[in-house]
């Protein structure tokens, strides 16, 4: 079965520095990647998106995730945080089977000191 | 239009009440689901529609039932509820169902159960 791991449970950074999420996952083949942010009370908004091809992916808000088959990882990054990019931040894994859907990480908050 | 609607935004109900959450969306998706989110946790799959038909029920107790009365609409009925069922109940679609198909989210309804 597939499973998500996002070591960071919180994490702060100032406004202006750079900013990596780390997500890995676990499954057999080759997944399908997302990263989704959800401010307070809110529904999630999708990031970005990885299903095939060049394995840095480009995504709003100036985000980007790099896919590294060898790590089973897939680390969103940031080079300049906003404070508006405080939230918190799902990394999820899905296969392309049908009736198997996403499998969420467990989050990371983004706090953000001005 | 990437938008899910879902109404009304907070519900507060007691234990004997009958009430029903609601989701819309207009683009032509045809799979929608509920998920369950509690706080600090990650979405909980609840229920998957796969063009209108039930495809996935994850173990979810009898006082929750789906409905899906047309291709844009999804409602969820609550009756007999707990106060442990107090969430934040989110919408989505896909396109399809299936991994390589993200999913877009609405706001969410927040629960309360008294």
Not at chain 1, 16 to 27: F, M, P, T, V
Not at chain 1, 73 to 93: G, I, Q, T
Not at chain 1, 97 to 113: A, D, K, M
């Amino acid at each position: 079965a597939q499973s998500v791991t996002q070591p960071d449970i919180h994490i702060t950074v100032s406004e202006g520095a750079s900013l990596e999420l780390r997500c890995n996952y676990s499954y057999g083949a080759t997944p399908y990647l997302f990263w989704y942010v959800q401010s307070p009370g809110q529904g999630l908004q999708l990031l970005l998106k990885y299903f095939s091809g060049d394995t840095l992916v480009q995504g709003i808000k100036g985000f980007e995730a790099e896919f590294k088959r060898s790590q089973s990882s897939f680390n969103l990054r940031k080079p300049s945080v906003h404070w508006s990019d405080a939230a918190e931040y799902f990394c999820a894994v899905a296969s392309d089977n049908y009736g198997q859907n996403f499998v969420f990480g467990p989050g990371t908050r983004l706090s953000v000191l001005p | 239009d990437t938008e899910v609607t879902q109404t009304p935004k907070h519900l507060v109900m007691g234990m004997t009440n009958k009430k029903s959450l609601k989701c819309e969306q207009h683009m032509g998706h045809r799979a929608m689901y509920w998920y369950k989110q509690k706080a600090k946790k990650p979405p909980e799959l609840m229920f998957v529609y796969s063009y209108e038909k039930l495809s996935i029920n994850e173990s979810v107790p009898s006082r929750f039932s789906p409905e899906c009365p047309n291709s844009s609409l999804l409602n969820l009925h609550l009756h007999a509820l707990q106060p442990e069922d107090s969430a934040l109940y989110l919408c989505a679609s896909s396109q399809r169902a299936g991994g390589n198909h993200e999913q877009y989210f609405g706001p969410g309804t927040r629960l309360t159960v008294t």
